[in-house]
């Protein structure tokens, strides 16, 4: 049984097969799979960080005694 799933490309939003013959999938090609790459290389792209009152305490100690070890 073939799979006819298609999906658009994160890039360019062209429409490509979700198959294993598409070496490049999600996206349509190469060269949107490297504008993709080129975008999180640049720092365009980002994931955001909420700091928690955990990362506080761990930092506050770090600044307070950096040779302190964590485990």
Same mark, same amino acid.
Do not use: H
């Given at each position: 049984? !073939?799979?006819? @799933?298609?999906?658009? =490309?994160? @890039? =360019?939003? !062209? $429409?490509?097969? %979700?198959? !294993?013959? /598409? $070496? /490049?999938?999600?996206? =349509?090609?190469?060269? =949107? ?6 975008? %999180? ?7 955001? !960080? ?16 950096? /040779? $302190?070890?964590?485990?």
């Amino acid at each position: 049984m !073939q799979n006819n @799933t298609m999906v658009a =490309c994160p @890039t =360019c939003g !062209q $429409k490509s097969p %979700w198959s !294993q013959d /598409n $070496k /490049n999938r999600p996206f =349509c090609s190469e060269r =949107c799979k490297l504008i993709d790459l080129g975008e %999180w290389a640049s720092e365009s792209y980002s994931i955001p !960080q909420q700091n928690s009152e955990e990362d506080e305490i761990f930092s506050e100690d770090l600044v307070a005694n950096p /040779n $302190k070890s964590f485990l």
